[in-house]
C-alpha cells in the first residue's frame, strides 16, 4: 500500500513538473508572438523598452548600470542596418542627446563618442548632429580631447552638404582647440590629425568649387593663430604627410588671396 502511494505521488510530481514547463514555455511563447506584433506594428518599440529599463537606472544615478546598459544599446544600434534605423530616427535621437547630455557624475566619454558616431555616420539625416554640435561645445564634455576629435570628424563631413551650419559652432570647438595647443596638455596629439583633416577638406572643396569660399577671414585668422601655410618653420603640422599637405595647400589658399589683392 505504501509502496503505491509512493509511486503515485511520483508520478503525481512528474505529471505536475511537466504541466508547469508546458505552461511556462507557453507562456514565454505568447511574450513572444506579443513583442513581435508590438514590433510589426511599431518600430520603436524594441528600443521604447530596453529606454524604460534605462530610464530607472538615471533616475537611481546607477553610473554603471548606465554605462553598461548603454554600451550595449550603442553597440545593437551600431550593427543595425540604415534601413531599420530610418524608421527610428527621432526617437533614436532622443536616446543619443540624453547619452551625451547626461550630468556629470553619470557620463562616460566613450559612449559619448559612439553616440556622437552614430549621429553622424548612421542617421539618414545630417542635420541631427549640427543640430546639437552648439550644445556640445557649451558642455563640460566639450573640452574632452576625444570629444572635440569626434565633432571636428563630425564638421568635416558636413562641410560639403552644409558648410553654413557647420561654422556656425565651429568657432567655439576652435577655442577648445587652442586651450590645447598653448598649455600642451594630454590629448592634444588626438585633436591634431582631425583638425588637420578639417582644414584640408574645407581648402579642397573650396578648390574645388563645391563649397563657397564665405570663412576666408576665419581660415586666415587659424593660419595665423597655428602658423600654417606661413613658412617652412617646422611645427606640429609638419610632422605627417597630411600636415605637410596642409602647409602647402593653405600657403596656396592664402597666396590666392594675395593674389586678387593686387
Avoid at 554603471?64 to 550593427?79: K, Y
Avoid at 534605423?85 to 566613450?110: A, D, G, H, Q, T
Avoid at 542635420?127 to 564638421?155: H, Q, T, W
Wanted: charged fraction near 30%.
Amino acid at each position: 500500500m505504501k509502496r503505491s502511494i509512493i509511486v503515485f505521488g511520483v508520478l503525481f510530481s512528474a505529471l505536475f513538473f511537466t504541466f508547469s514547463q508546458t505552461n511556462t514555455t507557453q507562456q514565454q511563447d505568447s511574450t513572444q508572438n506579443e513583442n513581435k506584433k508590438s514590433e510589426a506594428s511599431d518600430p520603436t518599440h524594441w528600443l521604447k523598452t530596453r529606454l524604460k529599463a534605462r530610464e530607472a537606472m538615471v533616475d537611481r544615478a546607477n553610473r554603471n548600470a548606465l554605462r553598461v546598459a548603454d554600451e550595449e544599446l550603442l553597440s545593437d544600434i551600431e550593427r543595425t542596418n540604415g534601413d531599420t534605423l530610418k524608421k527610428i530616427e527621432p526617437i533614436l535621437y532622443r536616446y543619443l542627446c540624453s547619452v551625451v547630455f547626461l550630468p556629470e557624475n553619470l557620463n562616460y566619454i566613450p559612449n559619448v563618442t559612439s553616440a556622437l558616431d552614430i549621429m553622424i555616420k548612421k542617421l539618414s539625416d545630417k542635420s541631427y548632429f549640427l543640430s546639437i554640435a552648439g550644445d556640445v561645445n557649451s558642455y563640460p564634455i566639450a573640452r574632452n580631447p576625444f570629444v572635440i576629435s569626434k565633432l571636428l570628424e563630425g564638421y568635416r563631413l558636413s562641410l560639403e552638404s552644409n558648410s553654413d551650419e557647420v561654422f556656425k559652432s565651429f568657432e567655439k570647438c576652435y577655442r577648445n582647440v587652442i586651450y590645447y595647443r598653448i598649455n600642451k596638455v594630454y590629448g592634444y596629439d588626438f585633436i591634431i590629425p582631425d583638425f588637420i583633416a578639417f582644414l584640408n577638406e574645407y581648402i579642397t572643396l573650396v578648390g574645388q568649387g563645391k563649397i563657397k569660399d564665405q570663412e576666408r577671414i576665419m581660415i586666415s585668422h587659424i593660419s595665423f593663430d597655428m602658423q600654417i601655410g606661413r613658412g617652412k618653420k617646422a611645427n606640429e603640422f609638419t610632422k605627417t604627410k597630411e600636415g605637410d599637405e596642409l602647409n602647402q595647400s593653405m600657403f596656396e589658399y592664402l597666396s590666392k588671396d594675395k593674389k586678387e589683392s593686387k
